[in-house]
């Protein structure tokens, strides 16, 4: 897998559930920093650490505490995530855990290590770990296999109080999918309206789809994941159409050639051809 470098700033402008936003750099990427619309105490941290993955980790600063998501997933970006952090003069309380549960030395502190019954499973042997496993020997030591100890387990589907702001947990098709009813913003891995996805087969593209379905039902308006920059909410109907487009495209077509020939004809801007290469694969598996 390649290296993946922006060389332009994240684009801030047309925010909804953000009232203002400005950036601040960190190692090689940048850390976005949004104040949400009627919650004055309250900013949105993400940071892009354009890692060989481009992954991402969220940050929500209240007045007190803050509440993390998701880990780095290199180990250089560590200390990187932690100073950043300290420098607010807030303590992380907790530390939400989805698809990426690097334990980083523990660079959260004494934070709590929090996550759904069915997200800890995955995480400790199911399909995180075999994930984790496999990026390990992709990437070698730079990249984080020890996973989160001592995990609190958070109801799902209900509201409740975590470092001082309301959230629901809700086991989705991949990892956990966190919505932050009164901040109007939610959490997904991935969701990327300008990128192909990775939809191994029919049955993971139609959960996805129900992912994106309870999204946009929970009326949120910005959306954090940890494999591109913050979106609005119209990402997500953008991204039901692709979804909807890929599952009639493999159907019509007959080898995986002609169905990325087709999705790349209906999408030529999209970006991350890697992602569409692992869609074929699943849908049109080798024989």
């Known amino acids: 897998m390649k290296t993946y470098l922006r060389t332009l700033p994240l684009l801030l402008a047309g925010l909804f559930a953000c009232a203002g936003s400005q950036a601040a750099p960190l190692g090689a990427g940048n850390v976005s920093i949004e104040a949400v619309k009627g919650a004055d105490d309250v900013k949105i941290h993400a940071w892009e650490t354009e890692d060989p993955m481009r992954s991402a980790v ?60 069915a997200a800890e499973k995955s995480i ?13 020997q992709g990437f070698g030591e730079t990249f984080d296999d020890v996973a989160v100890k001592n995990i609190e387990t958070l109801e799902k589907d209900v509201p409740q ?26 959490y997904i891995h991935m969701l990327s309206a300008d990128y192909h996805s990775i939809l191994p087969g029919k049955a993971a593209a139609q959960g996805y789809i129900a992912d994106l379905e309870y999204l946009k039902k929970s009326g949120v308006e910005r959306i954090y994941t940890s494999h591109h920059e913050p979106e609005s909410a119209d990402a997500i109907d953008t991204k039901l159409a692709y979804v909807r487009f890929v599952i009639q495209a493999a159907e019509k077509a007959q ?27 699943g849908f049109f598996p080798a024989k």
């Open 58 to 117: 969220i940050a929500i600063e209240g007045q007190n505490a803050i509440l993390a998501i998701e880990s780095p997933a290199f180990r250089d970006d560590f200390p990187l995530w932690r100073d950043y952090l300290t420098k607010t003069g807030k303590p992380v309380e907790a530390l939400l855990l989805s698809s990426h549960p690097g334990d980083g030395s523990g660079w959260y502190g004494k934070a709590k290590p929090m996550a759904t019954a």
């Open 124 to 136: 400790q042997s199911g399909p995180v770990a075999a994930m984790v496993k496999s990026l390990r």
């Open 161 to 186: 109080e975590v470092a001082g702001f309301t959230v629901i947990a809700h086991d989705a098709s991949d990892g956990t999918l966190f919505v932050f009813p009164k901040l109007k913003v939610a």
């Open 255 to 281: 080898t995986a050639d002609e169905f990325k020939a087709a999705v790349k004809a209906e999408y030529p801007s999209y970006k991350r051809d890697q992602y569409l290469d692992m869609t074929a694969a």
